[in-house]
């Protein structure tokens, strides 16, 4: 079955720095979308990227939609204490609206 | 809006206990997802419908039942509770049909389970 891989599994930063982690699949995706979960909460949606080779960006985030249709990646500028959480990114290839989410990014940042 | 709701937050069930998760959406959505998730893990997908009188298993389906009577709701039902359906449950929905993308799911808050 399809599977996303997702890296780092998890980050220690210090305030102000920038950030970055990707998804790699093992097959071909119509769309990628990157959500926050916070403790105890159920995922956000922050980007959402349905063409290869879209770069979007919302707000300090900045998402690009691999060309291979195979990879994508998150960006944080300027980290913030509050960009603590879990960072999920997820692909869908079918009509259903189907999702794979990847394991997941911890992100702590040190005021 | 509310966005998608789920009740309860927190349950704890006895092995061989059933019990049904609430789930319901007030943006008219057409598709809902039941997902679970494990600690360090990302969302495993439990089940899905695509609209009212529509399911379809996901890709852990086992121990689960679902139905969909309305549009807003999709209730997912534990028969006989296990050790192994410990988790966290996220109801999710998205919109669907024609030319509208199906694929940017919201999600609830989550339900946390506990089979002792």
């Known amino acids: 079955g399809q599977q996303l891989n997702q890296s780092p599994q998890s980050m220690f930063i210090q305030e102000g720095e920038d950030v970055s982690m990707n998804c790699t699949s093992s097959s071909i995706f119509n769309t990628w979308l990157w959500y926050k979960q916070d403790p105890g909460e159920g995922p956000v949606l922050l980007i959402a990227l349905y063409k290869a080779g879209e770069l979007t960006s919302n707000g300090r985030l900045t998402a690009q939609f691999g060309i291979t249709r195979k990879d994508s990646f998150l960006n944080i500028s300027a980290s913030i204490p509050s960009d603590v959480g879990i960072y999920f990114c997820a692909g869908s290839s079918s009509n259903t609206g189907k999702l794979i989410f990847g394991q997941g990014t911890t992100l702590q940042v040190k005021p | 809006n509310a966005g998608v709701t789920q009740t309860p937050k927190f349950r704890i069930l006895k092995i061989g206990q059933s019990m049904t998760l609430q789930c319901a959406q007030d943006m008219n959505h057409n598709y809902m997802y039941w997902y679970r998730q494990d600690p360090g893990m990302g969302l495993k997908l439990i089940y899905y419908s695509v609209g009212a009188g529509i399911t379809d298993k996901g890709e852990v389906p086992n121990g689960y039942n679902v139905s969909r009577s309305t549009t807003e709701d999709f209730p997912l039902r534990l028969e006989l509770a296990a050790p192994s359906q410990t988790s966290v449950y996220f109801c999710?929905?998205?919109?669907?049909?024609?030319?509208?993308?199906?694929?940017?799911?919201?999600f609830g808050p989550g339900t946390r389970l506990t089979v002792l």
């Open positions: 999710a929905s998205s919109n669907g049909g024609g030319a509208v993308r199906t694929d940017t799911q919201y």
